[in-house]
């Protein structure tokens, strides 16, 4: 399972779409046809349902044109999530309920007036990038909700694909943060890990036989062989180190969006973010733990132990370039000398990672 096995379950949707909409004699003007969420992402899993909507201007009567789009698509096995609204209604839909305006924001053409489409999704991302200052403390708490009552991906006992904690989900929201313009995420290892996550979901679809985001015991070692993977044991590593990094990416991007909505502004408009030094050679600047410019990571081989116990210590993110710098660092033997204060550091870090968890429920 690949993205060209996703994009291949797309287009074939689309043409079947496409030729519903024809079939039912639908206008080239004043009304299409649109897909969103996963499917507007063009990330349609083996047994997902195309969430599809016929969209119209006011002035113009759909209802007939609907029964006559949806029973062909029915006809012919497809699952479908459909709804019929106007252009204001959906304007009104996504102004009232935050899942919507997500949804919205992966809006894709498919069939009938491809000005409308595009109308409409210029309306929802000039909406959304315009009301994100106010809206994304309410997006925050639902993130949040959401995490507490599924748990982290990294850890549970049958974890949740989508709605954990470093799933699917969150990374969906990471690319609606990124829509914003207000902040940004490493790009290149959220796509990296989103996408492998979505080849253990099209696998995870094919062994169960039914859509399910849920990977249970009995479940690991079939997951194996399709992902070319050796055993159980490795498909939970894999799943696990995913889930890990895509919570990482999450938290750090949500901590760059607390800086920018209370960060003090300069009196030329930018955002300060500040570098407060907290330990030889690392500082903290816009709630990330970074290295100083005099810092010399060959020079010191605890100093990525350091960086990560005062990132535990201080409830804060190693900023991914402060990571990359040191990842070729931490491969590296240790020095006799330093063993002892690496153990420091480390059991430094690992206790202020376990209070965190008991007093909070994250990681």
């Given at each position: 399972?690949?993205?060209?096995?996703?994009?291949?379950?797309?287009?074939?949707?689309d043409a079947?779409c496409?030729?519903a909409?024809?079939?039912a004699?639908?206008?080239?003007?004043?009304?299409?046809?649109?897909?969103?969420?996963?499917?507007?992402?063009?990330?349609?899993?083996?047994?997902?349902?195309?969430?599809?909507?016929?969209?119209h201007?006011?002035?113009?009567?759909?209802d007939?044109?609907?029964?006559?789009?949806w029973?062909?698509?029915?006809?012919?096995?497809?699952?479908l999530?459909?709804?019929?609204?106007?252009?204001?209604?959906?304007?009104?839909?996504?102004d009232?309920?935050?899942?919507v305006?997500?949804?919205?924001?992966?809006?894709?053409?498919?069939?009938?007036?491809?000005?409308?489409?595009?109308?409409?999704r210029?309306t929802?991302?000039?909406?959304w990038?315009?009301?994100?200052?106010a809206?994304?403390?309410?997006?925050?708490?639902?993130v949040?909700?959401?995490?507490?009552?599924?748990g982290e991906?990294?850890?549970a006992?049958?974890?949740?694909?989508?709605?954990?904690?470093?799933?699917?989900?969150?990374?969906?929201?990471l690319?609606?943060l990124?829509?914003t313009?207000?902040?940004?995420?490493p790009?290149?290892?959220?796509?990296r890990?989103?996408?492998?996550?979505l080849?253990?979901?099209d696998?995870?679809?094919q062994?169960?036989?039914?859509?399910?985001?849920?990977?249970?015991?009995?479940?690991?070692?079939?997951?194996?062989?399709?992902?070319?993977l050796?055993?159980a044991?490795?498909?939970?590593?894999?799943?696990?180190?995913?889930?890990?990094r895509i919570?990482?990416?999450?938290?750090?991007?949500?901590?760059?969006?607390?800086?920018?909505?209370g960060?003090?502004?300069?009196?030329?408009?930018a955002?300060?973010?500040?570098?407060?030094?907290?330990?030889?050679?690392?500082?903290v600047?816009?709630n990330?733990?970074?290295?100083?410019?005099?810092?010399?990571?060959?020079?010191?081989?605890?100093?990525?132990?350091?960086?990560?116990?005062?990132?535990a210590?201080?409830?804060?993110?190693?900023?991914?370039?402060?990571a990359?710098?040191?990842?070729?660092?931490?491969?590296?033997?240790?020095?006799?000398?330093?063993?002892s204060?690496?153990?420091?550091?480390?059991?430094?870090?690992?206790?202020?990672?376990?209070?965190?968890?008991?007093?909070?429920?994250?990681?």
């Amino acid at each position: 399972m690949t993205a060209a096995d996703r994009s291949a379950r797309t287009a074939a949707a689309d043409a079947l779409c496409s030729g519903a909409y024809a079939g039912a004699d639908g206008p080239d003007a004043g009304v299409s046809l649109v897909a969103v969420g996963g499917y507007g992402r063009a990330e349609l899993a083996p047994r997902s349902d195309l969430d599809v909507v016929l969209v119209h201007e006011e002035r113009i009567e759909v209802d007939a044109l609907g029964e006559r789009l949806w029973y062909p698509l029915w006809d012919a096995g497809a699952k479908l999530d459909h709804s019929v609204r106007s252009l204001p209604q959906m304007v009104a839909a996504a102004d009232d309920d935050l899942r919507v305006a997500l949804g919205l924001l992966d809006i894709r053409h498919l069939a009938g007036d491809p000005n409308l489409t595009l109308r409409l999704r210029t309306t929802m991302l000039t909406a959304w990038r315009r009301g994100a200052p106010a809206r994304l403390p309410s997006l925050q708490t639902l993130v949040r909700a959401r995490h507490d009552l599924v748990g982290e991906l990294a850890h549970a006992s049958v974890p949740d694909l989508k709605e954990a904690e470093g799933g699917l989900r969150d990374a969906t929201v990471l690319k609606a943060l990124v829509a914003t313009w207000l902040v940004d995420v490493p790009h290149a290892d959220l796509e990296r890990s989103r996408r492998a996550l979505l080849d253990v979901r099209d696998v995870l679809h094919q062994v169960a036989g039914r859509a399910t985001d849920r990977i249970g015991p009995e479940v690991w070692s079939e997951l194996a062989a399709p992902l070319g993977l050796g055993d159980a044991l490795a498909v939970q590593t894999h799943v696990r180190q995913l889930g890990r990094r895509i919570a990482h990416l999450s938290r750090l991007t949500w901590r760059r969006v607390d800086g920018y909505l209370g960060r003090p502004v300069s009196s030329a408009g930018a955002r300060v973010p500040g570098l407060v030094p907290v330990a030889p050679g690392i500082a903290v600047a816009a709630n990330e733990v970074v290295l100083e410019r005099t810092a010399r990571p060959d020079e010191d081989p605890v100093l990525l132990l350091r960086a990560a116990a005062e990132a535990a210590e201080r409830d804060l993110e190693l900023a991914p370039a402060t990571a990359a710098r040191l990842a070729p660092v931490s491969s590296r033997p240790l020095r006799a000398p330093s063993r002892s204060t690496s153990r420091s550091r480390l059991a430094r870090a690992a206790s202020a990672s376990r209070w965190r968890r008991a007093t909070t429920g994250h990681a």
